[in-house]
């Protein structure tokens, strides 16, 4: 029952389709034709480009191997803290290839896109209503894209205030997106460390905190699992100097219906639809990041925005406060449909059983392995739960050979050395998705690893060894980087 489901057979070989290719192979053969043959790339086309040539049983099999030399949740679990890679249902899916939906052009203008401005109307005020804010707007492509709406909107604040500031306050928690998104909008970040319980200090903010200062950037829950209890307060002394609290609400499957960030003080949050609300990611596909603001920002809100007038819709620009438009169009539809459809599936309160289940099933990894691995915030986590190699120390093995060997036992490894608070970190965030029975598998997978960096830690450190590439030189790998096949 509790075997592995490591790799342990047949991994096909795959060569490149261009190394594949025989002379005159085809995937179709036509009857002969009965008209003159007329000389396509002569005549019509010019020089055909040089494909290879292969029948279908060829292509077929090419692609099904190299399917097979990848790992997707849906091939097991995917422990990616800071990530949430929890199960996408598929009837998302369903509802994205709708023809109504994946044939929608933008250009079709509003009275032929009534349907979709009504999903997205209808997405925003769900988004709202979770968050306890006002006003959503759907357009960032990304969370990242979200940080730079958001923090482009409290830069507008500012100014509409008379008084542009140049700094923003961030925690050593961060993820590096904050700071890059404060930079863009020209603010200097003032990075303050948090406390020895990994949370946030009041008196800490407060020694920063000036005129001088836009904001903060808060992640709650924060990178190391932890609530940031204090958020309020927090969020009183910003506010006292004129400041805005913005926050990073990539953590959100932990609270969705428990906290709402609108009224604990936070004025500006973005989501990770592609997160929290189930839209496959990781391999670089489209995101979602909607921006939630409450009264104060709502002016600042980019263009354009979607306005119900009695039961027809309409995309509005003439706000005359707003920080302008984010990009060309109105932001990744296929993955607003997918929350859409997700949101409706789960009810408000299959949403909140969701993020109860996700904190149960970390909490239930955090103990399971805190003998094994070693934890240094040893307190109750949200969603996700950070370790680090310090038992290891001792037999030269690192989070890196930990992580790698995790392949050989046929899971994802989680996050590894992020957040940057902890020394070597071990970030395991298993989802709500994962069942007991997934989750015990993993926990005797890192004891197990554990117990050989005692016994052979030579073996341990060439790990992995069963996968379709061996342990890889990640120095040479970005040195100097095989841009061809
Ligand atoms: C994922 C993440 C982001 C960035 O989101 P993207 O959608 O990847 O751009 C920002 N902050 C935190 C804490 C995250 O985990």
Redesign the pocket.
């Given at each position: 029952m509790n075997k592995q489901p490591g790799t342990s057979g047949l991994i096909f070989n795959e060569p490149l389709l261009w190394d594949k290719s025989r002379e005159g192979r085809c995937a179709v053969s036509l009857p002969k034709p009965d008209v003159e043959r007329a000389d396509l790339e002569k005549d019509l086309i010019g020089d055909a480009p040089e494909l290879p040539q292969l029948s279908e049983l060829d292509v077929v099999r090419h692609y099904t191997r190299l399917s097979q030399w990848n790992f997707g949740v849906d091939s097991g679990m995917y422990p990616l803290g800071?990530?949430t890679m929890k199960y996408n249902p598929k009837t998302n899916e369903v509802q994205a290839a709708r023809q109504g939906f994946a044939g929608a052009h933008p250009f079709a203008g509003e009275e032929f896109s009534q349907g979709a401005l009504k999903l997205m109307y209808n997405l925003e005020q769900y988004l709202a209503k979770l968050t306890g804010f006002d006003a959503v707007t759907l357009q960032p492509a990304?969370?990242?894209?979200?940080?730079l709406a958001g923090m482009l909107m409290i830069h507008a604040y500012h100014a509409k205030m008379g008084k542009q500031r140049s700094k923003i306050i961030i925690p050593d928690t961060?993820?590096g997106?904050?700071p890059a998104s404060a930079s863009l909008c020209g603010y200097d970040s003032i990075n303050i460390k948090s406390g020895d319980n990994g949370i946030l200090e009041p008196l800490a903010v407060a020694a920063v905190m000036d005129e001088e200062t836009a904001g903060i950037m808060v992640?709650n829950p924060n990178?190391l699992g932890l609530f940031e209890s204090n958020i309020k307060e927090i969020a009183d002394i910003v506010h006292s100097k004129g400041g805005l609290v913005y926050g990073?609400g990539?953590?959100m499957n932990a609270i969705m219906g428990i906290v709402k960030p609108g009224e604990i003080g936070v004025d500006v949050l973005h989501f990770?639809l592609?997160?929290t609300f189930s839209t496959p990611h990781g391999g670089g596909g489209p995101?979602s990041?909607p921006v939630a603001v409450g009264k104060t920002l709502e002016p600042f809100l980019p263009v354009p925005r979607i306005v119900k007038e009695l039961d027809s819709y309409k995309l509005v620009t003439d706000f005359s406060d707003t920080m302008g438009r984010l990009h060309t169009f109105y932001g990744h539809f296929g993955v607003m449909i997918r929350a859409y459809a997700y949101i409706l599936s789960m009810g408000g309160k299959g949403l909140t059983d969701a993020s109860k289940l996700a904190v149960l099933n970390a909490n239930y990894v955090k103990e399971s392995l805190k003998g094994t691995l070693n934890l240094p915030y040893d307190y109750p986590c949200m969603h996700e739960c950070v370790f680090n190699d310090e038992f290891q120390k001792e037999y030269h093995i690192t989070t890196m050979d930990m992580a790698k060997r995790l392949l050989d036992y046929g899971f994802h490894p989680p996050t590894v050395y992020f957040p940057l608070v902890v020394d070597s970190a071990f970030m395991v965030e298993p989802t709500e998705t994962e069942s007991k029975e997934d989750i015990d598998q993993f926990i005797s997978a890192v004891k197990a690893i554990a117990k050989e960096a005692q016994e052979n830690p030579e073996k341990l450190k060439k790990a992995p060894h069963k996968t379709k590439v061996t342990r890889l030189d990640e120095v040479a790998a970005a040195r100097k980087p095989c841009l061809r096949g």
């Amino acid at each position: 029952m509790n075997k592995q489901p490591g790799t342990s057979g047949l991994i096909f070989n795959e060569p490149l389709l261009w190394d594949k290719s025989r002379e005159g192979r085809c995937a179709v053969s036509l009857p002969k034709p009965d008209v003159e043959r007329a000389d396509l790339e002569k005549d019509l086309i010019g020089d055909a480009p040089e494909l290879p040539q292969l029948s279908e049983l060829d292509v077929v099999r090419h692609y099904t191997r190299l399917s097979q030399w990848n790992f997707g949740v849906d091939s097991g679990m995917y422990p990616l803290g800071s990530c949430t890679m929890k199960y996408n249902p598929k009837t998302n899916e369903v509802q994205a290839a709708r023809q109504g939906f994946a044939g929608a052009h933008p250009f079709a203008g509003e009275e032929f896109s009534q349907g979709a401005l009504k999903l997205m109307y209808n997405l925003e005020q769900y988004l709202a209503k979770l968050t306890g804010f006002d006003a959503v707007t759907l357009q960032p492509a990304a969370g990242a894209h979200g940080e730079l709406a958001g923090m482009l909107m409290i830069h507008a604040y500012h100014a509409k205030m008379g008084k542009q500031r140049s700094k923003i306050i961030i925690p050593d928690t961060a993820h590096g997106t904050n700071p890059a998104s404060a930079s863009l909008c020209g603010y200097d970040s003032i990075n303050i460390k948090s406390g020895d319980n990994g949370i946030l200090e009041p008196l800490a903010v407060a020694a920063v905190m000036d005129e001088e200062t836009a904001g903060i950037m808060v992640t709650n829950p924060n990178t190391l699992g932890l609530f940031e209890s204090n958020i309020k307060e927090i969020a009183d002394i910003v506010h006292s100097k004129g400041g805005l609290v913005y926050g990073d609400g990539a953590n959100m499957n932990a609270i969705m219906g428990i906290v709402k960030p609108g009224e604990i003080g936070v004025d500006v949050l973005h989501f990770n639809l592609h997160k929290t609300f189930s839209t496959p990611h990781g391999g670089g596909g489209p995101g979602s990041g909607p921006v939630a603001v409450g009264k104060t920002l709502e002016p600042f809100l980019p263009v354009p925005r979607i306005v119900k007038e009695l039961d027809s819709y309409k995309l509005v620009t003439d706000f005359s406060d707003t920080m302008g438009r984010l990009h060309t169009f109105y932001g990744h539809f296929g993955v607003m449909i997918r929350a859409y459809a997700y949101i409706l599936s789960m009810g408000g309160k299959g949403l909140t059983d969701a993020s109860k289940l996700a904190v149960l099933n970390a909490n239930y990894v955090k103990e399971s392995l805190k003998g094994t691995l070693n934890l240094p915030y040893d307190y109750p986590c949200m969603h996700e739960c950070v370790f680090n190699d310090e038992f290891q120390k001792e037999y030269h093995i690192t989070t890196m050979d930990m992580a790698k060997r995790l392949l050989d036992y046929g899971f994802h490894p989680p996050t590894v050395y992020f957040p940057l608070v902890v020394d070597s970190a071990f970030m395991v965030e298993p989802t709500e998705t994962e069942s007991k029975e997934d989750i015990d598998q993993f926990i005797s997978a890192v004891k197990a690893i554990a117990k050989e960096a005692q016994e052979n830690p030579e073996k341990l450190k060439k790990a992995p060894h069963k996968t379709k590439v061996t342990r890889l030189d990640e120095v040479a790998a970005a040195r100097k980087p095989c841009l061809r096949g």
